[in-house]
């Protein structure tokens, strides 16, 4: 029972306390992408861990140290040994709810979004005009289609998926020079090109799979503003960053003061800060290993089960 | 074949700009100038939009007349409000370059704009 113990300690440890640690600290805004990594790597990390614990739970007294078999039959994906098939699904059972329960999650939420998308490219059907005369925006965006609505509050948002689209409304157009609105465009096209919304969905999902779990709340609130971050730093690649400043600083001018008033408070003041005033990112080995440790988390909890204190 | 859509924001579109009501045989009549379309197309899409409350219908003789519930304007910033709104389903599915701000968050920024006129840019 220690392996259950030392696994009990990793969920406090990964639910609880890294996510407070990781809030704080620094680097995340000069590496936002690699942040991102290690967001999700946390949240794989939670859930191998939480059905290593179910498994554990309905076979305390199974041996697990049987190389590739018994790395997988912890997982409780094959099972060593004769159990029979009422035992074995018995077995099998909580540690597959465990993963399959965010994983459910995941797919609703992004049903849900899909619909959401659908319902509203719809009714932009009905208003919207193409980006023609903004000849600056077709050629700057690619192959992505931009649209342009009718509307005085300024506003640019994209629309993930297989029709997807750019969306400006005539309140941005008035606001943002050509430059201004080339590196906006080239920031929307970033979040459409990096999929960036299979990132928040997995977020969402883990966040309403495990409702009130520090970890599920500081990732939403945290991977949004890095996202955000990591579609700037993108955009500044090929477009002023001071151009992209100026938009946000803009946008943020037209938009009626307190809409939609976040309680945390908008990472728009970072963002601004950060391209005004940039910090060198860490080194290119620094991310790596950073991204490879975010890789590796999913697999630690395993240490707990296969490890000289295990089962 | 066009996208049933499309034919949709064609009628919607006649309706808002002519601000009367109008008969299906009007509507096909005038996207008859640009492109044959079959009046039970029309008129089948005109039930649609009916059906979802996009239009409003009063009958005058054999016909329907149609209009629409509410102005092209009032229509485009419900769907912005929409997108702009809180709905964490609609988060998932938009990505906005700005959200939400508060007044004093834009005035930070602008204060910050302001401080760093070149800031930003490699020489």
């Not at chain 1, 009990?8 to 936002?32: D, E, M």
């Not at chain 1, 035992?87 to 939420?109: E, I, N, Q, R, T």
């Not at chain 1, 969905?201 to 500081?218: D, K």
């Not at chain 2, 609609?90 to 701000?101: K, N, T």
Request: aromatic letters at 4%; a positive charge; hydrophobic letters at 50%.
């Amino acid at each position: 029972m220690t392996g259950t113990a030392g696994l009990v300690g990793y969920l406090l440890l990964v639910g609880l306390v890294a996510p407070a640690l990781l809030r704080r600290a620094s680097w995340p805004q000069r590496a936002p992408g690699s942040a991102v990594l290690v967001w999700l790597g946390l949240m794989l990390s939670f859930v191998t861990a939480l059905g290593l614990v179910a498994h554990h739970l309905v076979e305390p007294e199974r041996h697990l140290h049987t190389g590739l078999l018994g790395f997988l039959h912890a997982c409780g994906l094959v099972h060593v040994g004769g159990l029979g098939l009422s035992a074995a699904s018995a077995a099998v059972l909580p540690p597959a709810a465990v993963l399959g329960w965010p994983l459910g999650w995941y797919g609703a939420v992004l049903l849900r979004a899909r619909r959401a998308r659908l319902e509203h490219l719809a009714g932009l059907e009905l208003v919207a005009r193409p980006a023609g005369a903004e000849a600056v925006a077709t050629v700057a965006v690619g192959r992505v289609r931009a649209v342009v609505v009718e509307h005085g509050v300024p506003a640019v948002y994209c629309l993930p998926g297989r029709r997807r689209r750019i969306v400006l409304t005539r309140g941005a157009l008035d606001v943002l020079s050509p430059e201004q609105l080339r590196a906006v465009l080239a920031h929307e096209h970033a979040h459409l090109t990096g999929r960036h919304h299979l990132v928040r969905a997995a977020v969402e999902a883990f966040a309403r799979a495990f409702p009130g779990l520090p970890l599920g709340a500081a990732a939403r609130v945290e991977t949004a503003a890095l996202l955000e971050m990591a579609a700037d730093d993108r955009a500044v690649r090929r477009h002023s960053a001071r151009a992209l400043a100026g938009a946000l600083g803009a946008v943020a001018a037209g938009l009626a003061p307190g809409v939609g008033l976040a309680a945390a408070g908008s990472p728009v003041v970072a963002r601004v800060r950060r391209l005004l005033l940039p910090a060198r990112g860490p080194h290119r080995l620094v991310r790596v290993a950073v991204a490879a440790a975010a890789a590796v988390a999913p697999l630690v909890p395993f240490l707990f089960a296969c490890g000289p204190t295990g089962a | 074949m066009r996208r049933l859509g499309e034919l949709e924001a064609e009628i919607m579109d006649r309706l808002w700009s002519w601000g009367r009501p109008a008969t299906v045989r009007e509507v096909v009549d005038d996207i008859n100038r640009d492109r044959p379309v079959a009046y039970t197309t029309v008129m089948t899409v005109a039930d649609i939009l009916y059906g979802k409350g996009l239009l409003r219908r009063e009958k005058q003789g054999r016909a329907w007349l149609y209009e629409p519930t509410g102005s092209r304007e009032a229509y485009t910033a419900a769907l912005m409000q929409e997108a702009l709104g809180a709905s964490q389903d609609r988060s998932a599915a938009l990505a906005h370059f700005i959200r939400e701000i508060s007044a004093d968050e834009a005035e930070v920024i602008r204060r910050l704009l302001d401080e760093h006129p070149a800031g930003g840019d490699r020489p």
